[in-house]
């Protein structure tokens, strides 16, 4: 994919894809891999995937798919620790006009 604000990340944040919930109904993810990223401190109030009002820590923009069902490491946390992991508050895909396609998502934590 070739995004028009590629050479703007050079960060990186890791992602872990939802694998849906295990046989208790807890919800488990595949390994966490890496994605280059644009990354900054937020501090701004989003409405959640669920409707709630909170404030945001990061705002990120990056190539890779991200949902709210994923698992996110930012740039400078240890992707080894599952502690250290926040789900995304909201995730949006960003449409380039000219193509009609996916440029990159919107992600805020």
Known sequence: MSSIIAEDM???????????????????????????????????????????????????????KVTVDDIVWPPGEDHTKVGASRKPLKAAPIVDLETGQVDHYEVSL
């Open 10 to 64: 050079r960060q990186t944040l890791y992602i872990a894809k939802s694998t849906g919930p295990d046989f208790r109904g807890t919800e488990t993810y595949g390994p966490a891999g890496p994605a280059p990223c644009r990354c900054e401190p937020s501090g701004r109030m989003v409405r959640a995937a669920d409707g709630r009002q909170v404030v945001a820590e990061f705002f990120i923009l990056t190539t890779a």
